[in-house]
C-alpha cells in the first residue's frame, strides 16, 4: 500500500497505509488535523478558527513570517500584520514524495511540499515588505511523527532580515496536568510580565496561568538542541525536536485572553491546548541576496 493524497478545494488531506493522517489548508499552508494511527487528534483547533480564508487559522500550526508578534514600527516589517503574512496566504502544492533516503520506508511516509513566493502576495502586502523571497514549507509524515520544516531563499538583489516560527497547538487532555521538561536553566522573556527576562528555574514547567513566553535554551557543545518534552500527568506525550530554531514561545491564554477571542471555541478550550512554537524570533535573521536559510521541527507523538 502507498500513502494516498488528495488536494480538493484548497485542502490536502494524507493517509499513510498505517493510519496516520494529516490535513493542510493552502490558506496559510496550515496543518488543521494531525491524526495518529489510533485516530487520536494530536492538534487543536477552534471550533470557531475561520476556515474561509477571512483570517489565519485558530489552531492547528500556524506558519508565522516574516514577523513574530506585532512587527517593531521601525523596522522593515513594520506595516505588516502581526505574525506576518505567511499564515494568510494562499500557497501552492508543489507535491508529494516519499524518501527512503533520510532512512524512512517508502510506504511509511510522505512529504508534502508548499512553496509561497513574493509573485503570490496580495499587492498591498507586497507593497508592505517588497523584497523577493521563495518559501518551501515541507510536511512530512510519518508513524506517530509530523516532521516540518521550512526552506527560505532570497531571491532578490538586497538582504532582509526575519522571522519564523511554527506557532503549533498541541492538544493536550487537560492543561493543569500538562508540563514541559528541558527547558530547567534556560533565559526567557516573559511577555505577561513586561516582557522581561528571567531564567527558568523549573525541571518540569507547568501551567496555572496565563502563560506567554520566548524561551531561547543553550545549545549543546555539539550545537543540537535539547528536545523538549511535553508530559501529561507525568507520562511523556510529545517529544519536541530542533534544528536551527533557537527559540521556543510557549503560550496559553488561560480564561481572559481565549474569553476575548472571538475565533476561539469552546471557551473553556484553553484547558485543551498547549502551544509549544519552535522558531527563530529573539533576533532577526539576516539573509544575504541569493542566500537560503532553514528550520526543521519534530512532533512525536507518545500516545
Ligand atoms: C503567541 C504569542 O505566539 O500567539 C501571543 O506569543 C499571542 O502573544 C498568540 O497572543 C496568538 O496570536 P494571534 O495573532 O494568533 O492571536
Redesign the pocket.
Known amino acids: 500500500a502507498q500513502p494516498v493524497v488528495d488536494l480538493s478545494d484548497n485542502v490536502l488531506t494524507a493517509r499513510l497505509p498505517s493510519g496516520d493522517a494529516v490535513t493542510v489548508y493552502l490558506y496559510g499552508a496550515t496543518v488543521t488535523s494531525w491524526k495518529t494511527a489510533n485516530g487520536e487528534e494530536q492538534l487543536f483547533v477552534s471550533q470557531a478558527a475561520a476556515l474561509d480564508g477571512s483570517k489565519?487559522i485558530r489552531g492547528g500550526i500556524p506558519l508565522v513570517f516574516p514577523v513574530f508578534?506585532p512587527p517593531p514600527k521601525s523596522h522593515a516589517t513594520g506595516q505588516l500584520a502581526?505574525?506576518g503574512f505567511a499564515r494568510n496566504s494562499y500557497w501552492e502544492f508543489l507535491g508529494k514524495s516519499s524518501s527512503e533516503s533520510q532512512g524512512r520506508k517508502a510506504d511509511n511516509s510522505v512529504k508534502l511540499d508548499f512553496g509561497l513566493s513574493s509573485s503570490m502576495l496580495d499587492e498591498a502586502v507586497r507593497r508592505k515588505w517588497p523584497y523577493e523571497f521563495g518559501l518551501v514549507y515541507s510536511v512530512t509524515l510519518e508513524k506517530n511523527s509530523l516532521e516540518c520544516q521550512l526552506h527560505v531563499q532570497n531571491k532578490g538583489d538586497q538582504p532582509f532580515d526575519f522571522q519564523a516560527l511554527f506557532?503549533t497547538y498541541l492538544a493536550v487532555k487537560d492543561i493543569s496536568k500538562t508540563a514541559v521538561k528541558g527547558l530547567q536553566s534556560s533565559p526567557y522573556v516573559d511577555?505577561v510580565r513586561s516582557a522581561q527576562t528571567f531564567t527558568e528555574s523549573s525541571p518540569s514547567l507547568t501551567f496555572s496561568s496565563e502563560t506567554?513566553r520566548v524561551y531561547t535554551p543553550p545549545s549543546l557543545k555539539d550545537n543540537t538542541l535539547v528536545p523538549l518534552v511535553v508530559t501529561e500527568d507525568g507520562a511523556e506525550r510529545f517529544v519536541v525536536t530542533r534544528d536551527g530554531l533557537p527559540d521556543v514561545?510557549v503560550?496559553n491564554?488561560w480564561v481572559d485572553?481565549i474569553k476575548a477571542?472571538g475565533d476561539f471555541e469552546p471557551k473553556d478550550g484553553w484547558k485543551r491546548y498547549l502551544?509549544i512554537?519552535p522558531g527563530t524570533v529573539s533576533s532577526w535573521t539576516r539573509l544575504e541576496a541569493g542566500d537560503a536559510w532553514e528550520g526543521t521541527c519534530a512532533f512525536e507523538s507518545k500516545l
Open positions: 489565519p508578534g502581526q505574525h506557532h511577555k506567554d514561545t503560550w491564554g485572553k477571542m502551544c512554537e
